[in-house]
């Protein structure tokens, strides 16, 4: 791992910001090949130590670290020029994708914790630097508040495991919830899924999302939703493999599933195109939460699959709402429209990018959502109506966010659309991945 990581340190120390920009992303490349042509021979898990071990399930979310970062990178080769400390940029994506990777790596709990939780600084930073607003420094304390006091029972269960169990290792954790008392291991089963839910986020608490997404930059609203989101599922993926017997109250199965209906219904009045992208991230995890407190071995690899799914796809969104605030100097629908008439093929990229995130097939989003709803459908046949509901608004929401910017007649306020070679290549290594991984979908199935 040491032969991966140290170029992509070494490549900093270039005081040439072009030539640091291409070592970095030549190392990011080389990385990500080697885990790709490394993802056919594994078969379960190989332990790289004693605290760290590469598995089927952090694998994939390593790889698609990797490749959203470089997509960062190339989104940002056009704002270097405009931000100021450039190079504390670089460092700052650098450290948080080595402390992602770190994170999904480790087995040790304490260290896993501490990754967790340092993830949040890089983000934070981004924000509070880079935002646009001034209301940057309230996000950032909402994000920080909600997530640090939701985490606080997963340190303290982690310190009362490490002393019972006389160990730190994820292994060792599975003999000592299974050894409790029914009442007092359920107990702790919920205080440890609290941080992973927070950090989802579950329905009631995910309003530091849409306001950490608002005033973010591009970059830092792609590793926010692609990557930040995949941290709880991560995480609750986990405990759910050490602990077969854990159950879920059927409260927090209801709530997730419930809210995820309830915000996609509001996501069709929103008209800020940044803030419906932040709440459709809410209804797709609120529909994997769901399908995966019902500790199902499906459930489980339904999830992979979707997290995969909605990283590409929210970053995608995210990245093409900022070309067009680019072009129009506003995030508002109402006044991004006449995209059709000024720029068909910009206009058939967002349909491609819409139409993923709202399960187009064939790509992997409707194998995923389609896989969530059957394990869903295991616990009761009652929740078929709401499942009903849920897919009818994602429905609604995507196709009207695709009318109003497309098909509506264009104001003349607005400036032309336009789009380099870069920024199409930047969306087609977003969309073309979830077509493609359709088809190699026999690793998880």
Excluded at 69 to 90: A, F, G, H, P, Q
Excluded at 101 to 124: A, G, K, R
Excluded at 125 to 149: C, D, H, V
């Amino acid at each position: 791992m040491m032969k991966l990581i140290l170029p992509m340190t070494i490549s900093l120390t270039f005081f040439n910001m072009n030539m640091n920009i291409i070592s970095l992303m030549t190392s990011l490349m080389i990385m990500f090949m080697s885990m790709m042509m490394y993802l056919p021979s594994m078969y379960w898990s190989n332990f790289l130590s004693n605290i760290f071990m590469l598995d089927l399930i952090n694998l994939p979310l390593i790889m698609l670290s990797i490749w959203i970062t470089i997509m960062m990178m190339i989104t940002m080769t056009k704002m270097m020029n405009k931000y100021k400390n450039s190079m504390k940029l670089m460092w700052l994506m650098s450290l948080m994708l080595m402390f992602l990777m770190l994170c999904f790596l480790s087995m040790n709990l304490i260290m896993f914790y501490f990754l967790f939780e340092s993830i949040l600084m890089p983000i934070i930073m981004m924000i509070m630097i880079w935002g646009y607003q001034p209301e940057r420094m309230n996000a950032s304390l909402f994000m920080l508040m909600y997530t640090l006091i939701a985490s606080l029972p997963l340190f303290m269960m982690i310190l009362i495991l490490s002393h019972t169990n006389k160990s730190n290792s994820f292994m060792m954790m599975n003999l000592m919830l299974n050894s409790m008392y029914s009442i007092m291991n359920n107990i702790m089963n919920h205080m440890m899924m609290l941080a992973f839910m927070m950090k989802m986020p579950m329905f009631l608490i995910h309003m530091w999302l849409p306001k950490a997404h608002v005033e973010a930059p591009v970059f830092g609203s792609m590793i926010l939703a692609a990557i930040l989101l995949k941290l709880g599922g991560y995480g609750m993926i986990r405990m759910f493999m050490l602990n077969q017997n854990m159950k879920i109250s059927l409260i927090f199965i209801s709530m997730s599933l419930w809210g995820a209906v309830l915000i996609s219904i509001m996501c069709c009045r929103i008209l800020d195109m940044k803030i419906l992208i932040a709440y459709s991230s809410i209804t797709h995890m609120g529909i994997m939460m769901s399908s995966l407190m019902n500790n199902f071995y499906s459930s489980m690899k339904a999830s992979m699959i979707m997290m995969i799914a909605h990283g590409l796809t929210s970053s995608c969104l995210f990245v093409f709402s900022n070309y067009m605030y680019e072009s129009t100097f506003s995030r508002n629908m109402l006044l991004n429209k006449g995209m059709l008439m000024l720029n068909p093929k910009m206009s058939l990229w967002w349909f491609l990018s819409i139409g993923v995130s709202m399960a187009m097939p064939p790509s992997l989003s409707i194998i995923a959502e389609m896989m969530l709803m059957m394990t869903i459908m295991k616990m009761s046949l009652m929740v078929m109506f709401s499942l009903f509901m849920l897919s009818l608004n994602t429905i609604i929401y995507s196709m009207i966010m695709f009318l109003l910017t497309s098909h509506s007649k264009f104001n003349n306020i607005n400036n032309y659309y336009y789009m380099s070679s870069k920024n199409y290549m930047v969306i087609s290594m977003h969309v073309i991945p979830c077509f493609m991984l359709s088809m190699m979908i026999y690793y998880y199935i």
